[in-house]
């Protein structure tokens, strides 16, 4: 599969089969998150999973997901040094670890609240400093999903999009990017407005000036209240980074990201960083 392939397929599963993930999967999947150190602002991250088959009563009862997920045994936990950006690249960061698992054949499902923080902080012994933002649990999807996954996905609106008119703009914040406008970066945009976010608040809108494209976060207010010192739609930045640049090094654009003054503040959103076009 194509990155882009394989972020169409993505779908956030809360309900697995009783079905361990096999030995070769495993394996592969622990060596790419022992690998998964890059970011984009270089902020420390590293990754773990956990496996509740491994650990006895006591240990396992810590690890609970309030039961919003049924029959997952497999967990991908994961920390980050605290800095700047910091959010910003546990969310590129886990995200690549979600895909990869995508291209096993596994179902995944992003947990920024919905779960015992504590208890998975345990298993990853963070340092001074590192905060855990986000789990996965990792598995074969269910059959028929619980009734608890199919009230996530309707009040989410978990199958509903914003328009390109809604996130993309051309040049200056007023004027919307036109598809067919977007050359040879309508894929990677593309896959932006696919990109998972908590609650499916699509909170990324873009800015394409020249040869730079400007990433904003449109916060939803009070939205990053719970859970403290967290802040989620940082992550869901992280996360429509990483779709850009896969999608973007599949085609072959070259580029790099950074961070400064873009000249401009679309309706007071937060200005997050820019990715430049090499050549």
Not at 264 to 276: C, D, K, L, N, V
Request: glycine content about 12%.
């Amino acid at each position: 599969m194509t990155i882009s392939e394989t972020i169409k397929l993505r779908r956030s599963c809360r309900t697995y089969r009783d079905a361990p993930v096999e030995a070769g999967k495993r394996a592969e999947l622990h060596t790419f998150l022992e690998a998964n150190r890059a970011t984009p602002f270089g902020s420390a991250v590293r990754f773990a999973l956990v496996d509740l088959d491994d650990l006895d009563a006591d240990a396992r009862r810590p690890l609970g997901t309030y039961g919003v997920i049924r029959g997952a045994r497999l967990f991908i936990a994961g920390v980050v040094g605290a800095g700047p950006r910091a959010m910003e690249d546990f969310g590129f960061a886990m995200e690549r670890n979600i895909l990869a698992a995508t291209a096993l054949g596994l179902g995944t499902c992003w947990l920024g609240g919905t779960f015992r923080r504590s208890g998975f902080a345990g298993r990853m012994n963070p340092g001074d400093g590192e905060l855990l933002p986000a789990i996965t649990p990792v598995g074969y999807p269910g059959e028929a999903r619980s009734l608890t996954d199919r009230f996530f996905r309707f009040s989410a609106g978990s199958d509903r999009r914003k328009e390109w008119h809604e996130l993309f703009a051309d040049g200056d914040p007023e004027t919307p990017l036109a598809r067919e406008s977007a050359g040879a970066y309508a894929t990677p945009l593309e896959c932006v407005r696919a990109a998972p976010s908590a609650s499916n608040k699509q909170p990324w809108r873009i800015v394409r000036q020249g040869s730079a494209f400007h990433f904003f976060l449109a916060r939803t207010p009070g939205y990053d209240r719970m859970p403290k010192g967290i802040p989620l739609q940082n992550v869901d930045m992280g996360i429509a980074l990483c779709h850009f640049e896969l999608a973007a090094a599949e085609r072959g654009l070259a580029g790099r990201w950074g961070i400064g003054d873009p000249g401009m503040s679309p309706g007071g959103r937060e200005y997050i960083a820019s990715w430049t076009a090499d050549g």
